[in-house]
């Protein structure tokens, strides 16, 4: 029923969508002009077909109108206005063509008659290919990874791109952590993602495949613009659009081994100031995983202890769209529609053994199921205004509303060691409506200065269920018992408004900023605890301080931020959520945000065609929130047969400090062999809650290395390590992990196509290992997955679409402003 109610709201936007199509083109002016001409090749006469032909504004380089050649190399722009034109074609393997053209009254049709291009092949014998960007391209203000340059996702998912991004580090269940914190913003688009890295609706980074996104953008100390949420940074997934001339797409077929599939199209077509765009992805894995826990502990003067193993089979089913327009306005504007479809199907078998010893010795066999059904649809519109007699002005507004839905079912049946072999069910029902709207502002003054200012506004409503479920003894139904049993509903509206100043002076810039954040929450349990209700209001303001050096290409930053972390409806509502039968996880109604304060001295210098990017870092937080376990002595003796019962809950316990340094090196050795180097050392103290000391500190780092090899124009090879050090949490340890992934890409029909091959894992040693301990309680935990996966894949690319290619010029910096 929910499912075909998601289905329903999607066909609606769809339609929605499909109506103001007509709308925005029929509203296009038809002025009376046209050009025309055909493209040859210079060396051998022959018309060079698919080729684009533009037509550019010749005060602005603003773009009018374009097309693709056709077979016999022709080219017609028609219902051109009068004035004058920078004409510009395009090929890959040839030099640019620019044009001037003008077309009056007198004159309202051009014909151009035949125009040659030169080819470039003997500048791509020699390594050079103009106009690529960097893998990654470094900069003081944040990273960008140019995610088309990284092999080793292929196949996979933004969780997959994210394995590889540096700072970042992704824990097994998919939680994404920078330097150490997995208290991050993930936006997608610039857009916050209200179920990216929690959340019982499922994690939305598993839903979009990696072959859609464009690039990543890492911001370690984001300044007062953006979102004051997220103690460990920003992370902002931009995601491919098309605004090439004409047709332009590209088609994705992978395989995977043991029965994985992943397909992909996307589409966009420009016709003068429209431009339309529209991705569909289709996902369907299996994977498997073994993991076995032991557990002691001293209940009434007896040990307990609980030996648990299990197997399971993991079914994932992801069906994802993206639909939208791009319009160009008169006078700088443009407009944006994008509606985004999202659907996951997952089923979760497996067997569990436990061995319980103690009071009694027992061994208890089960078997579990857990199925997820989550649709989510996200719509947005964007506004953008620029002034031309006024450069550097802008004016933006986005306005975008979530819906979601998510139907989440646990059942376990035990098979042996108990006398009761009836099934039991938790039914988890989630349904979320999110609304935001923001409006920013730059003005500039001058040359060497500018004003940024904003405001946001966004307001979340949640309600659901948790049914607990048990088979009536004859097996045919089942009875929702309502002492366990469980409805909620929670609210959360935030307001925020920000102002910074940039100035330039010299060889110094420099910018200031405040944010103040207003935010109210309630929700209530019922059946549980009564309601609860938080209200604050916060100043974070940051600062940062840059200074280009005199020697050489270097550049020195200094900034400082203050952040918070707000607990999220799931570590708020106070009902258990069971994990299996003898684990569950509940959530605090008391929690309080945590509040971060964050230092960072970088260090940049370019030599040549290499780049070298150093970070000194610190950061500390106040009030944590940290991810306790105890034992439940109720449930424990209740449970019987020497079984020990925990729960994983929440706490606001002491404060944490970080500090360390990062480094990344992006080098070529060779001119078919580059290397990208990056890693970080830090310290982590966290106030303890092992109760046998006062707090916990380790040495821990992360670090990676990719090499990318050119061996032949059309041939890339990349072998990429990960490394993860160990690290402490407040009641426990976490043991390092490490990988190797290889690929390779082949590119075909004269770039029209590429076929892939990819392991990930190689050596088969990523698995999740940890222990935790407090005065009564001592464990251990092992997870290991599925991780060495090898992909086959093929893409093909239509229109003026090429695939990447890996040899590299000088690495560019990040951009996208002073203050990340």
Do not use: C
């Not at 289709?282 to 557990?295: E, F, K």
Request: net charge positive.
């Amino acid at each position: 029923m929910t499912s075909s109610l998601s289905s329903g709201r999607a066909l609606r936007g769809l339609g929605f969508l499909a109506m103001l199509f007509p709308l925005a083109a029929a509203a296009q002016q038809q002025p009376a002009g046209s050009v025309s001409g055909t493209l040859l090749d210079h060396a051998n006469g022959q018309p060079l077909p698919f080729t684009n032909v533009v037509l550019l504004r010749a005060q602005d380089s603003s773009f009018v109108a374009g097309a693709e050649t056709l077979e016999n190399g022709r080219f017609q722009l028609e219902k051109l206005g009068m004035g004058n034109y920078l004409l510009k074609a395009s090929a890959v393997g040839y030099q640019g063509l620019r044009r001037p053209v003008s077309l009056s009254n007198a004159t309202p049709t051009l014909q151009l008659g035949t125009m040659k291009l030169h080819s470039t092949a003997t500048q791509l014998a020699g390594v050079t290919v103009q106009g690529e960007r960097a893998a990654v391209q470094e900069s003081l203000d944040k990273k960008v990874i140019n995610v088309e340059k990284d092999l080793s996702s292929v196949g996979g998912t933004a969780v997959n791109v994210l394995q590889n991004v540096p700072s970042v580090t992704v824990a097994p269940d998919g939680t994404v952590s920078m330097r150490g914190s997995s208290n991050i913003t993930i936006l997608i688009d610039g857009k916050p993602s209200n179920s990216a890295n929690s959340g019982a609706g499922g994690n939305r980074l598993e839903q979009i495949p990696a072959s859609a996104i464009e690039r990543v953008e890492v911001v370690t100390n984001p300044s007062a613009r953006y979102d004051a949420a997220g103690s460990g940074g920003v992370l902002n997934i931009i995601l491919k659009k098309q605004k090439k001339d004409g047709w332009n797409g590209q088609a994705v077929l992978n395989v995977g081994t043991r029965d994985k599939y992943n397909t992909s199209l996307s589409l966009n077509r420009r016709t003068g100031k429209l431009n339309l765009f529209g991705a569909l992805d289709l996902r369907d894995d299996h994977y498997r995983s073994r993991m076995w826990s032991d557990q002691y502990t001293t209940l009434e003067s007896q040990a307990l202890r609980t030996y648990q193993q299990g197997n399971n089979l993991r079914h994932q089913q992801n069906y994802n769209g993206r639909l939208g327009f791009d319009y160009t306005l008169p006078a700088g504007q443009t407009l944006t529609f994008t509606t985004e479809p999202n659907f996951n199907r997952g089923l979760n078998t497996g067997t569990q053994l436990a061995t319980l010893s103690g009071a009694t010795d027992a061994r208890i066999g089960s078997t579990f199921r857990v199925t997820e059904n989550v649709d989510n649809i996200d719509n947005s519109v964007d506004y953008r205004r620029t002034w031309e007699a006024h450069k550097g002005r802008e004016l933006s507004a986005s306005a975008n509303y979530t819906y979601l839905n998510a139907d989440v079912v646990v059942a376990q049946r035990n098979t042996e060691g108990t006398p009761d072999l009836r099934e039991w069910k938790q039914d988890l029902h989630v349904n979320l409506h999110a609304v935001n709207g923001q409006v920013d502002y730059v003005h500039p003054l001058g040359e060497k200065a500018r004003v940024d200012t904003g405001l946001k506004g966004q307001y979340q409503t949640n309600e659901g269920t948790d049914d607990f479920l048990r088979q009536q003894a004859d097996g045919s139904d089942f009875d929702r018992l309502p002492d366990r049993s469980y409805q909620y509903t929670f609210q959360e509206y935030q307001q925020a408004g920000y102002a910074t100043y940039q100035q330039e002076l010299g060889k110094w810039r420099m910018q200031g900023g405040l944010r103040a954040e207003y935010t109210r929450t309630s929700g209530k349990v019922l059946n549980g605890n009564g309601p609860f209700k938080l209200e604050y209001l916060n100043l974070f303001p940051s600062a940062t301080v840059e200074r280009t050096l005199p020697t050489a290409d270097q550049r020195v930053k200094l900034s400082y931020s203050r952040r918070l972390n707000r607990p999220n409806f799931m570590q708020l509502l106070a009902f258990p959520l069971y994990q299996d039968q003898r684990s569950y996880r509940i959530g605090d109604p008391s929690l309080r945000p945590e509040y971060i304060n964050a230092l960072e001295l970088g260090h940049q210098i370019s030599m040549g065609q290499a780049s070298l990017t150093s970070t000194l870092f610190y950061r500390h937080t106040d009030n944590i929130i940290q991810r306790l376990v105890r034992v439940d002595t109720t449930a424990t003796r209740l449970y019987g047969a020497g079984a020990v019962i925990t729960a994983q809950y929440v706490d606001n316990f002491g404060q944490a400090t970080s500090y360390g340094a990062e480094v990344s090196l992006n080098q070529p050795l060779a001119k078919w062999w580059r290397l990208t180097a990056s890693g970080s050392l830090f310290q982590n103290t966290v106030t303890a809650a092992t109760g046998n000391e006062a707090n916990r500190r380790v040495v821990s780092g992360t670090a990676r290395l990719m090499n990318s090899f050119t061996p032949t124009p059309k041939l890339d090879i990349q072998l990429t390590g990960n490394y993860r050090a160990a690290a402490v949490t407040a009641q426990g340890r976490v043991a390092p992990v490490g990988s190797v992934d290889v690929a390779l890409r082949q590119r075909l029909f004269n770039d029209r196509a590429a076929l892939t091959l990819r392991v990930s894992d190689v050596f088969n040693t990523q698995r999740n290992r940890s222990e935790s301990y407090t005065e009564n309680f001592r464990a251990e935990y092992y997870n290991k997955w599925e991780s060495r996966v090898g992909y086959l894949g093929l893409s093909w690319y239509m229109g003026s679409n090429k695939p990447p290619k890996k040899i590299e010029n000088q690495p560019q910096g990040g951009g996208g402003g002073f203050g990340g």
